[in-house]
């Protein structure tokens, strides 16, 4: 069974489209993650949520609305997309909000032409 | 915040013991280590966390001195599958211990290469 599970895995899309991309993880964790992985392999936290709750929002643009309806699932909704957006999104998720072990998911790699 | 340094990149062959060694200068008291590993196309994957001492599980060790300053994991028999990136991160493990991206930061990691 795959404990955090994306999608989708590929997703190539025009400038200035919305997209959303979905993230799931069955292992009962409290707390999940967004994360980007730009072309120079840095990969930097987006957002971080604790049983539903918005407990981690970094520097990121507005265009990026992060959603969770049940403590399972932590979906990516990205509007009007630009072609820095180009990277790959991973979700990850841990069992409580400390810096304890997160498990990841596969990735999602956004192509914006 | 507390940041970590790593080298960028490290070479060795099959069979060796691999040291990656990584500073953080500034830990704090409630801080704990933890290292990652990511191979290409794939997200990280949790090799091992510490706060002092050694700590050993199945894939590697971790080793940290006594000022927590620095802290160094160890390869065993390293083979050409553990080519990949590793990254050492600080942070309170503690739940609801706050600390915005403390402990989330990944940083560009230590590109390891093994060859045959």
């Known amino acids: 069974d795959t404990a955090v599970s994306q999608t989708p895995k590929y997703l190539v899309t025009q400038m200035g489209n919305d997209k959303s991309i979905k993230c799931e993880q069955n292992l009962g964790h409290d707390t999940m993650y967004w994360y980007k992985q730009d072309s120079k392999k840095f990969l930097k936290i987006m957002f971080s949520y604790n049983n539903k709750e918005l407990i981690i929002n970094e520097t990121v643009p507005n265009r990026f609305s992060p959603k969770s309806p049940d403590k399972a699932h932590l979906n990516l909704h990205i509007n009007s997309l630009e072609l820095g957006d180009s990277a790959v999104y991973f979700c990850?998720?841990?069992?409580?909000?400390?810096?304890?072990?997160?498990?990841f998911g596969p990735g999602t790699r956004l192509t914006v032409l | 915040l507390a940041k970590t340094t790593q080298p960028i990149s490290m070479d060795s062959y099959e069979g060796q013991e691999v040291n990656i060694t990584c500073s953080h200068n500034?830990?704090?008291?409630?801080?704990?280590i933890t290292w990652y590993q990511q191979f290409p196309s794939q997200g990280p994957r949790f090799i091992i966390q510490g706060y002092k001492t050694k700590v050993t599980n199945e894939v590697a060790s971790l080793f940290i001195p006594a000022d927590r300053k620095s802290s160094t994991l160890s390869l065993p028999r390293v083979s050409l599958s553990d080519t990949a990136v590793y990254y050492c991160l600080v942070g309170d493990i503690r739940q609801n211990s706050g600390g915005g991206a403390d402990g989330l930061t990944f940083g560009k990691g230590t590109h390891l290469i093994i060859q045959p």
């Open positions: 990850a998720s841990s069992q409580t909000s400390g810096r304890n072990e997160q498990f």
């Open positions: 500034n830990i704090a008291t409630n801080d704990y």
